[in-house]
């Protein structure tokens, strides 16, 4: 989850919504690679998922990243509930997901350098604490009540607002882990085409990266439990909208669809303000309940557009939003999936080609049949697997074609970030179904031992 935005001055005319968005458009040669991923904490000695506060709890982990690693804290109401450093940082999920939101940097080996070297870091303060970390798409065997709420006004509200819209929304926040990776774009044209594309082959890399077939201490069914947990969930900020793929998208018809999404707050002298289910609309004329007579800054309606889940968005850039948390050696796959795809004007053109004659009711069966069968599923006569083996092919050629070296030079190109995901398109064993095979054999279903085989 986002921290509060710290952008720009009031909002005066409505086409300021819509410049803000333009404001992300950056030349080719400025484009940025940021990559978020988040993993589930546990108390070595119980395999319990950890506390805000005590010796071995969230908070003596962001202590210990404070002072043995140089990060800046940041607290909310006296609470020490995040960390910055440059342009990352490290955030809490409201049931104490560890985040950490790397900067934008220009390679992606320079972003995998920056996931190892936090993960490096969190080893080294959760061994001294006792804890453990695991790379999960969602947690596989703690209650919901086991669950701890980290101290964040924004966690408080959006709790109470989740039990009332679609019945999985409190699952999604304490209970689930994802990979994301934010990219540029170059002008709306430009925007319209990488979402399209991302947007429709959300499904892929639900599949690619499924690994979370375990839910309440027992197999549910499907490779990505993460996955159906979002299609049954808010459906007014979530989703695979079919309006991006309608013509004359572009900057101005997001902005419609924002503003149609109910407010969940306004953050204002350090603290969140009830403003739930309110309207953008009527703050921009002055009349929001939870604030009459006032009208917004450009940071509330940056605040606003992290508020909003589908799997693929915009704020200043690009969101991939549909791969499950995962293992260590699996992280820098899934920007490489999209920096592939995405950044190379050959692969993304290719991509679209592959995905163009798609229509929303396709779209949306890949999207339910890759969160059940993985890459096994299938959408009419649309195989999810076909899908992964032909933009896998692209990413790889997009790659190439950026040509960006590794290691002085040694390392010729990015593609071998990719080669995790090479391995699970020849085998078609996903995650999901190795951990569902050892579940079922060497395991013989005791699912604790998930916890000392997958942490790190």
């Known amino acids: 989850m986002s921290i509060p935005q710290q952008t720009g001055g ?47 709890s969230i908070r003596s982990m962001l202590e210990g990243l404070r002072d043995e690693f140089g990060w800046t804290p940041v607290f909310e109401s006296g609470n020490l509930i995040g960390l910055s450093k440059g342009s990352a940082n490290v955030s809490l999920e409201p049931g104490g997901q560890l985040e950490l939101s790397g900067a934008p940097l220009r390679s992606l080996h320079e972003t995998c350098d920056e996931v190892n070297q936090h993960l490096v870091e969190v080893q080294t303060i959760a061994s001294r604490i006792g804890a ?31 039990g009332k819209v679609g019945r999985l929304g409190t699952q999604m926040m304490y209970r689930t882990c994802a990979v994301q990776v934010n990219l540029d774009y170059e002008s709306e044209l430009d925007m319209v085409k990488k979402l399209r594309v991302g947007i429709a082959l959300q499904p892929v890399a639900t599949a690619l990266f499924a690994n979370s077939p375990f839910f309440d201490g027992r197999p549910v069914g499907f490779k990505s439990w993460r996955s159906r947990i979002w ?57 929001l309940p939870a604030l009459p007579g006032e009208t917004p800054l450009l940071s509330d309606w940056a605040d606003h557009l992290t508020t909003i889940f589908p799997e693929a968005r915009i704020k200043t850039f690009i969101e991939m939003r549909g791969a499950d948390g995962g293992p260590w050696r699996r992280l820098c796959a899934l920007p490489a999936f ?26 949306e069966g890949l999207r339910m049949a890759a969160a059940k069968d993985g890459l096994d599923g299938a959408s009419g006569k649309i195989c999810i697997r076909d899908l992964a083996v032909n933009s896998l092919g692209l990413a790889v050629a997009g790659l190439k074609g950026r040509g960006m070296e590794g290691a002085n030079g040694l390392i010729p190109d990015e593609t071998h970030f990719l080669d995790p995901m090479q391995e699970i398109v020849e085998t078609g064993v996903t995650a999901s179904d190795d951990l569902l095979r050892k579940f079922r054999g060497e395991w013989k279903g005791d699912l604790a031992k998930i916890y000392d085989e997958y942490s790190y």
């Not at 940025?32 to 005590?54: D, Q, V």
């Not at 707050?265 to 403003?275: E, N, Q, T």
């Not at 999209?338 to 779209?363: C, F, I, M, Q, T």
Request: hydrophobic fraction near 35%.
């Open 10 to 56: 009031p909002i005066e005319c409505r086409d300021q919504l819509a410049e803000f968005l333009e404001s992300g458009c950056k030349p080719k040669k400025d484009w940025k690679i940021g990559t978020e991923h988040e993993k589930f904490g546990f108390a070595s000695n119980t395999l319990k998922p950890l506390p805000y506060g005590g010796p071995c």
């Open 132 to 162: 453990k970390f695991i790379g999960l798409g969602a947690s596989p065997d703690w209650a919901h009540d086991q669950m701890p709420m980290m101290p964040k006004g924004r966690y408080k509200l959006m709790t109470r607002y989740m």
């Open 231 to 287: 299609q049954d969930l808010d459906p007014d900020r979530t989703g695979m909208l079919p309006f991006v793929f309608n013509e004359g998208f572009g900057f101005e018809a997001w902005v419609d669809y924002a503003l149609d999404v109910p407010m969940y707050f306004v953050y204002r002298d350090g603290r969140y303000i009830d403003a739930l289910g309110q309207s953008f609309k009527d703050f921009l004329d002055g009349r």
């Open 338 to 363: 999209w920096v592939g795809l995405l950044y190379d004007e050959n692969s993304l053109d290719a991509a679209w080609d592959l995905v163009k004659g798609l229509d929303a009711e396709s779209r």
